[in-house]
């Protein structure tokens, strides 16, 4: 499980965070490269300046709550004029020019949970697994699933981030801890990277629910992971390479399927433990 860090090595002639800023408030055409790539469940997919600068023109405005301090690739949280709120994540070419792009807005308070999705979800996944168990079993007909795949491992076996950049925390929340293996428990794992008073913000739930201390947060991930089937795995794809704060694109596999897909934002405290977090994602896209 390797997901891409695009910022970690590389030199830019701007750092993306100033170019994000730049984007957000005073955006010219020249900021995409040549081929750029955005993404969003709301605008869809664009690919080439003309198209992007062309949809920038009609895209909501939007104005940053939070930033992170990436070099290579940057993230961050924002809210509309109406009121909406969502995340987005940035990088970077060498030349300071933005080469990809992914946004998520919040859905419509009506299509919001009230509870734990997973548990919302299960009779669906139960459906899901019972086909794709009936598929599973003529192995010359159809294969919905690769039966023989195991669940995926820490990638490097930490026992804790390497340091307290922001970068190495979330890396570890999402390619270690949420991994571990018996004995070791993933949920606790997972939490004590919070702060006591960390605040949770999953964008397709109703405000009032998310989680807003470290004890709330355990049983809110413990609820997920309860409920969630074995084989429904949360991959990261890219990680911006912040200090104090960082942004994780993802995609979760389940059954032969990669989505939904996401972005995630997290900023850290003076201590190196995760304080705040926006969660982005649309459960069909």
């Not at 004029?81 to 060498?94: A, E, P, T, W």
């Not at 859905?107 to 009936?134: C, Q, R, W, Y």
Request: proline share 5%; hydrophobic share 35%.
């Amino acid at each position: 499980l390797v997901a891409a860090d695009f910022g970690a090595e590389r030199k830019v002639a701007v750092k993306a965070s100033s170019v994000v800023r730049r984007l957000f408030t005073a955006a010219k055409k020249s900021a995409f490269s040549q081929n750029v790539w955005y993404e969003s469940p709301d605008g869809g997919t664009k690919n080439g300046p003309k198209s992007v600068w062309d949809y920038w023109q009609l895209r909501p405005t939007r104005e940053i709550e939070r930033i992170d301090d990436g070099i290579g690739s940057c993230g961050c949280t924002w809210k509309q004029l109406d009121g909406k709120r969502g995340v987005s994540y940035i990088r970077v070419d060498k030349e300071g020019r933005v080469a990809y792009m992914r946004e998520i807005l919040e859905p419509l308070e009506i299509f919001k949970f009230t509870e734990n999705n997973m548990k919302s979800l299960s009779p669906a996944f139960g459906v899901m697994d019972k086909i794709a168990g009936f598929f599973n079993t003529f192995d010359n007909v159809l294969v919905v699933e690769d039966k023989d795949k195991q669940r995926p491992r820490p990638y490097r076996g930490l026992a804790q981030p390497k340091t307290r950049a922001a970068r190495d925390v979330v890396q570890y929340l999402w390619q270690e801890a949420q991994f571990s293996m018996a004995p070791l428990d993933p949920v606790e794992r997972c939490v004590e990277e919070y702060a006591e008073k960390a605040v949770y913000e999953d964008l397709t739930y109703k405000e009032e629910v998310w989680p807003a201390s470290q004890e709330a947060l355990r049983k809110w991930q413990k609820e997920t992971l309860d409920a969630a089937p074995g084989n429904l795995v949360f991959v990261p794809d890219e990680f911006t390479d912040g200090q104090r704060s960082c942004t994780v694109t993802w995609h979760v596999e389940y059954n032969g399927q990669t989505s939904p897909r996401g972005v995630s934002f997290y900023e850290l405290d003076a201590e190196g433990k995760v304080e705040y977090v926006r969660m982005g994602y649309r459960l069909d896209w």
